[in-house]
């Protein structure tokens, strides 16, 4: 059974970054499309940012130019960068795994955007 590990959350000012890592206990990026999702208190998760057909990447509207979902092979790694960060960016963070109907989730990170 593959997991998925998220690190790299924390508190942080308003207009600063973070780095999340998703670390996948196997090679999977071969047979698994990857994203990162998020969700705030009262909220639905909603999508992030993902990995498409071919390599492509797709952002929600709310962080485009501010995020970038990116990956390292060899270490089995997704991470999210994350700049200029605001408070509404406040959210647990979850990294999925997903193949067809088939989906894993980490234990997500906590991201807190606050001065």
């Known amino acids: 059974q593959v997991q998925l590990v998220e690190s790299g959350g924390g508190l942080v000012q308003p207009g600063g970054s973070l780095r999340l890592s998703c670390a996948a206990s196997?090679?999977?990026?071969?047979?698994?499309?990857m994203a990162w999702y998020r969700q705030a208190p009262g909220k639905q998760r909603e999508l992030v940012a993902r990995?498409?057909?071919?390599?492509?990447?797709l952002y929600a509207d709310s962080v485009k130019g501010r995020f970038t979902i990116s990956r390292d092979n060899a270490k089995n790694t997704v991470y999210l960068q994350m700049n200029s960060l605001k408070p509404e960016d406040t959210a647990v963070y979850y990294c999925?795994?997903?193949?067809?109907?088939?989906?894993?989730w980490g234990q997500g990170t906590q991201v807190t955007v606050s001065s």
């Open positions: 990995f498409a057909r071919g390599g492509s990447t």
């Open positions: 999925n795994a997903q193949r067809g109907v088939s989906g894993i």
């Open positions: 196997g090679s999977i990026f071969s047979t698994y499309a």
